[in-house]
């Protein structure tokens, strides 16, 4: 059994937003992205964003850089043009960010098996991505959908949970058991590192070491956990977006206090560590 590690960079994320100077094309984002050994780039459209996205594919296949897609759909058909674009695309895998947002867990389920069941039909897996503003808006009623989903899997973005509940550390036994229930359902991780205020905070401060230890520690649960699942050949596919601004916080002068592809870098570092130390036991053996 052969298990891989693939890195991903938004692309999101490569936008830099700032006040008077034009972004990079589009290209040249992606040019940077295959240089720096990505395996490949995320796209997060919404339905109208389509077509530009497939206008990407010779890019990316020029670059050989594989896509990703988080899916944003307002409702609940609009899932189903954006697994077209990402099948067109050859996506890896698509994260939903749904817009859909019942007010209660058991008003959620409908939803959900709907688009489980319109992802059927493609060859890559379907995940719900933890996120605010989204359809697992919350960590409690993200517990209670999965409760009642069983086959329901996850995209851990834990940024926008710690932020949701304001989680204190040291973490508390519950709070611990709470977030290795969503690592135990998650098939792939997002790197941001969030404290319970913010939801995007510079890695090398001081004041955040206790935060970065955290997020560390749980990359590590979640790759151990994944790695423990798998019968067969398989790959996991983690994601790095430090997003631009108001993600990234900015000073008075409306420029970041931090380099966001240099902290991508060393995240990526980071997760690449964590998985060659999960394989020494395999090695051992």
Avoid at 48 to 68: H, Q, S, T, V, Y
Avoid at 169 to 183: E, G, K, R
């Amino acid at each position: 059994m052969t298990l891989t590690l693939d890195i991903y960079q938004s692309l999101w994320a490569m936008e830099q937003r700032i006040p008077g100077q034009p972004e990079e094309a589009v290209e040249i984002q992606l040019s940077r992205i295959a240089d720096a050994g990505y395996a490949g780039a995320c796209l997060d459209p919404n339905v109208d964003e389509i077509d530009d996205c497939l206008r990407l594919k010779p890019a990316f296949e020029d670059r050989g850089l594989n896509c990703m897609v988080n899916a944003f759909p307002h409702d609940v058909a609009s899932l189903k043009p954006l697994l077209d674009m990402a099948a067109e695309m050859n996506a890896i895998q698509v994260n939903v960010i749904g817009g859909v947002m019942p007010l209660t867990p058991a008003e959620a389920v409908p939803v959900v098996n709907t688009w489980l069941s319109m992802a059927q039909p493609y060859d890559f897996p379907l995940l719900l991505e933890t996120h605010r503003n989204g359809t697992l808006n919350d960590l409690f009623y993200t517990l209670e959908v999965l409760e009642a989903l069983p086959e329901l899997r996850l995209c851990a973005d834990l940024s926008h949970f710690v932020v949701d509940r304001e989680l204190q550390l040291p973490m508390n036994q519950t709070d611990a058991q709470y977030f290795s229930t969503i690592l135990d359902r998650s098939d792939s991780f997002q790197g941001r590192i969030s404290n319970n205020q913010q939801i995007q905070i510079a890695i090398d401060f001081p004041q955040h070491r206790e935060w970065v230890t955290q997020y560390r520690q749980w990359w590590a649960q979640g790759i151990r956990g994944w790695r423990s699942r798998q019968h067969a050949d398989a790959t996991l596919n983690f994601l790095v977006e430090l997003g631009p601004p108001a993600y990234a916080i900015t000073g008075a002068d409306q420029r970041e206090l931090s380099d966001r592809w240099h902290e991508g870098l060393q995240i990526r570092e980071w997760v690449q560590e964590i998985w060659a130390e999960c394989e020494t036991p395999d090695t051992a053996a």
